[in-house]
């Protein structure tokens, strides 16, 4: 196997030397004066490894991110303590200035590579990386304080994707309207706009922003400084009558969609996974993934965020619209989902269900419509439409625990939200049997 090294520092540079020396399978393609450079040589495919010892304070998650994307490496020597605490949640490899090569060697040759030392699932191991390194951090940045203040059981504690086709089948009221439910049953909720074609989570609540917090999110994630404290900056609460809930708003102009990035959103839902029992996470409805195929470098992609939330979800839920052009374009999307997260059952939900659209036993209809033509599992809810409801709460900024407490729409949602709380605290009590046992 050979290594080919785009190095950037003196210790790097000297660590290089001892590794030529140990054979010819280590090689230095390029000695690079700045950051830009080492980055470049790695994207052009000249080298599979960047070793680096300065201008580690410029590596942020977003060059992470570039650095993955083109099946490349990336080892840093430092002695500075927070450096290395840094580059290890935004899951770097970090040495010691002085370690050994064959310390290094180990390291690189555990990973599963290619000849020219790239790995060769480059994003998936990376993030996986990522993941271990961001439970650990995020595990120390709970300091017992923390713990204190945000008392929970982790193994229950869930990611919840809502994500339904194009049309505007009621992502948007799904889940705020959830996270008021989950809040009301006394839950922590954190519910995060992640929707890049038209976030409107901070609008539909009657929130004045300008802040597109998730934006936020993601630049403290860069710098490696999204911790606790700067989550509760940017995700201020929702007081509404019947509880409180977080809430992280989303973009205010659709043409930001660069600034979200899958592997700094990642970041962002394992520490929320880590904090509160239920994150919420409005989608974009688009799943196209065509880009990551087409380049073999880092580009910005225009579904990271809808993508990265629904592969960190451990509950996915799919709506769609309750008439004949909804249920066939969910049907559509359900066939995309499974390409992307396989192995996820999502639980289905028909929203706005009127007898207009789907004759006068509508739920029959639409239950027989889905035998016929849907996938193996089955609906789990049918809301109905209720739209006299839904108009005033827009203009009031209302959640339907407030505006209809008692309304039809109401009471199927929370009979919904319901059992999934129940079977998600089953899920933790049993998982904890297991352990225990
Ligand atoms: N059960 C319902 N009955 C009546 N109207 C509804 C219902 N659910 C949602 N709506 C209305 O449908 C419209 C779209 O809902 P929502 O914004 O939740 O959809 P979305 O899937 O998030 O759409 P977008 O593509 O804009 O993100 C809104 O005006 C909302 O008030
Ligand atoms: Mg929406």
Known sequence: ??????????????????????????????????????????????????????HTAELNSALLERLAACHSRVVVLTDDEAETQRLNSLGARVFSLGSDALKIIQGLESDSVDADGAVTEPAAQFLAIQDAKDDAASNKLLGEAEKKKHPKNVDSSQIIAIWGPIGSPGRTMLATNMAAEFAALGLEVLLIDADSYGASVAATLGILDESAGIARAVRLADQG??????????????????????????????????????????????????????????????????????????????????????RSADQIIAVGAADSIGVPRLIRGLTELANICPGQE?????????????????????????????????????????????????????????????SALRKKLQTFVSALAQRNSQTAVSSTTAKNG
């Open 346 to 406: 999502p639980l289905v939900v028909l929203n706005k269900v009127r007898r207009g659209a789907a004759g006068r036993s509508p739920e029959q209809a639409l239950q027989q419509a889905w035998l016929r033509f849907g996938p193996q599992f089955s609906i789990k809810a049918f809301l109905p439409a209720e739209t006299a409801l839904l108009d005033r709460m827009l203009l009031s900024g209302e959640l339907l625990i407030e505006a209809g407490p008692d």
């Open 1 to 54: 196997m050979n290594f080919r090294f785009a190095v950037l520092g003196e210790a790097a540079d000297r660590l290089v030397e001892q590794l030529e020396a140990i054979g010819e399978q280590f090689t230095v393609v390029r000695r690079c004066a700045e950051l830009r450079e080492l980055v470049a040589a790695c994207q052009s495919g000249l080298a599979g490894v960047a070793l680096l010892s300065e």
């Open 225 to 310: 400084s999204l911790d606790p404290e700067g989550l509760w900056q940017i995700a201020p609460e929702l007081v509404f009558r019947g509880g409180r809930f977080r809430v992280l708003s989303g973009l205010t102009r659709p043409d930001r969609w660069p600034e979200l990035r899958a592997m700094a959103l990642q970041q962002l839902f394992t520490l929320s996974r880590q904090l509160l029992p239920v994150t919420i996470i409005d989608c974009g409805f688009s799943l196209e993934t065509d880009e990551e195929l087409s380049f073999d470098s880092y580009v910005p992609r225009r579904n990271a965020a809808t993508l990265a939330a629904l």
